[in-house]
């Protein structure tokens, strides 16, 4: 007789987590119910309450997962010996990639769970934003001592620029039915952004154009 093995609490919490992130995508975390995960999962809605005591309980833990799985994820963009512009660059484009395999991620930033109705959950994103932008503002500021980026540039305010550009490019693939190349819309717009950032390169001369520092007539 072919028993099925018996889920221990850890991997339960983890299939309701994964169940959720998966369903919040396909019909929106507003509209997601206890019922639905039960079915999703194959266990009863009191078998979902058993693991975790309320949906904000929920939708905590959705939001830690979230958090682990992006900072490991962005680690991986991060290397000491690439420029401070090129670490920006690949974070952005890696967050980018991140959203667009977790597809919910749009959606629970601007549902009512998050705005309305679960302080903890929404806490939790403005200290997640929060940083992303202290860390864009520390590359950016390191451009700017380098002399690369514009002496004037406000880092603190041109790293909002950058979170912006982030979240509304986010929230417009997914108003489209997620029907373009996240991350390669990401470069091409970051890539205008950034070059707003840099310093301009001085125009070479008339006089200088036969390249010996004198002219050609």
Request: no cysteine; net charge positive.
């Amino acid at each position: 007789m072919n028993m099925r093995k018996r889920k221990s609490a850890t991997e339960r919490k983890e299939e309701i987590i994964d169940a959720t992130l998966r369903l919040a995508g396909e019909i929106g975390p507003d509209r997601l119910t206890t019922e639905d995960l039960a079915r999703e999962i194959g266990i009863s809605q009191p078998g979902i309450f058993r693991h975790f005591p309320t949906k904000s309980a929920i939708w905590d833990a959705v939001g830690r997962h979230i958090g682990t799985l992006l900072k490991a994820k962005m680690a991986l963009t991060q290397k000491k010996t690439n420029l401070p512009i090129d670490n920006l660059k690949n974070f952005v484009i890696g967050h980018l990639a991140f959203i667009e395999t977790t597809p919910a991620i749009p959606a629970i930033l601007f549902s009512r769970e998050l705005h309305a109705e679960n302080d903890q959950l929404r806490s939790f994103f403005a200290s997640l934003i929060a940083s992303r932008h202290k860390h864009f503002s520390e590359l950016i500021q390191a451009e700017i001592n380098a002399g690369r980026f514009k002496p004037f540039l406000d880092a603190d305010d041109a790293a909002y620029l950058v979170l912006a550009l982030i979240q509304g490019l986010a929230m417009r693939w997914s108003l489209n039915n997620r029907n373009f190349d996240l991350p390669a819309e990401g470069q091409r717009l970051l890539d205008l952004q950034i070059e707003g950032f840099m310093v301009a390169k001085s125009p070479q001369k008339a006089g200088n154009k036969d390249g010996n520092g004198g002219s050609n007539e």
